[in-house]
């Protein structure tokens, strides 16, 4: 089987945007809520950390519960990584290891797209290295260190449409969130603007949120 490139539970708000405007440590997600952008995520049985018992069943934890499923590597953009602008110095490279603490959630190769380089860390079992190769090259690179399993594209939004500009990739889980943010890193207009690239079907939550599959055509 082909090696994938996905994008995986991947939440926008109704006007196509994947995150707020001045993110911020405090801010991650700007001017966004994260309990509302990822809430239909955080109530789920299956996501991480959730203690005991409680939590919801049903498609939205489907979803969740195959996050790591077959997936050897991520790639990220720089704002996923970090709030930090501009190049690193050898303080701010220590001090700042990602938003995720010591047990990041990746537990593989991660390849962070930046232009503002540091050296290659290790928090548990994920390895973080950081690129400024074009799209199809870090495919490349994430591929190769993923092992033959499928690479997770993470964002955010300006990082999937470059891959999505470079027809780099295969699969799409897109959860349209029910509110609007006017302002912020867009993923797209509307999802129609991939139909000619992409298969799609739609399917409606209980939690509110519309969940969007795309697989290449």
Do not use: C
């Not at 990739?169 to 139909?195: F, M, Q």
């Amino acid at each position: 089987m082909p090696q994938l490139l996905k994008v995986q539970n991947f939440s926008v708000s109704a006007d196509g945007y994947g995150a707020g405007e001045g993110q911020s440590l405090e801010r991650p997600f700007g001017h966004a809520d994260p309990r509302q952008m990822a809430g239909w995520m955080f109530a789920t049985a299956s996501f991480p950390g959730n203690p005991g018992p409680g939590g919801t069943r049903g498609l939205d934890d489907h979803l969740v519960r195959g996050f790591h499923h077959g997936i050897g590597a991520e790639i990220m953009g720089a704002h996923k990584f970090s709030p930090h602008r501009g190049p690193w110095t050898e303080a701010s490279a220590r001090e700042w290891r990602g938003w995720w603490g010591d047990e990041p959630p990746f537990h593989t190769p991660v390849f962070v797209m930046t232009h503002h380089l540091r050296p290659s860390f290790t928090l548990s079992d994920t390895t973080f290295h950081f690129t400024d190769a074009a799209p199809a090259e870090v495919a490349e690179q994430a591929k190769a260190a993923a092992g033959g399993l499928d690479v997770r594209l993470g964002g955010g939004a300006q990082s999937i449409r470059a891959f999505l500009e470079a027809d780099l990739v295969d699969e799409l889980h897109v959860a349209v969130v029910p509110l609007e943010l006017g302002a912020g890193t867009r993923l797209w207009g509307g999802p129609e603007e991939l139909d000619d690239r992409f298969h799609r079907e739609v399917v409606p939550s209980p939690s509110g949120v519309v969940h969007h599959l795309l697989w290449r055509r």
